[in-house]
């Protein structure tokens, strides 16, 4: 059974950082395009980054405009696991933020759409005050 699990959250000050770790089970992901994305109260839950695998030594990476310069995606498929580092924390970040994978490869490039996505983790708060 495949299984995403978030942590890291918490609260922060506008103007810091904090690390998102999405730790995956049940299978290698290895291959397998993933995404962090995040849903603030009263909202559609929105992209914040991916990463896709692109066959040779990197990484296809996409970031929404809202956090580019400032978020991070990385992976570490020895421990299977995908991470999101968060610099210069804005109030607006507020929100809960969920990690997910697909089920099939995507063979070029990398995905905003939430439909996109097959799997996804139960989501870590993550706030920030002014």
């Known amino acids: 059974q495949v299984q995403l699990v978030e942590s890291g959250g918490g609260l922060v000050q506008a103007g810091g950082s904090l690390r998102l770790s999405c730790a995956a089970s049940?299978?290698?992901?290895?291959?397998?395009?993933m995404g962090w994305f995040r849903q603030a109260p009263g909202k559609e839950r929105e992209f914040v980054a991916a990463?896709?695998?692109?066959?040779?030594?990197?990484?296809?990476?996409d970031y929404a405009d809202s956090v580019k310069g400032r978020f991070t995606i990385s992976r570490d498929n020895a421990k299977n696991t995908v991470y999101l580092q968060m610099n210069s924390r804005k109030p607006e970040d507020t929100a809960v933020y969920y990690c997910?994978?697909?089920?099939?490869?995507?063979?070029?490039?990398?995905?905003?759409?939430?439909?996109?996505?097959?799997?996804w983790g139960q989501g870590t708060q993550v706030t920030v005050s002014s």
């Open positions: 990463i896709n695998w692109n066959g040779g030594s990197t990484y296809y990476l």
């Open positions: 997910a994978s697909r089920r099939r490869l995507l063979t070029f490039g990398t995905t905003s759409y939430t439909w996109d996505y097959d799997y």
């Open positions: 049940g299978r290698t992901f290895s291959s397998y395009a």
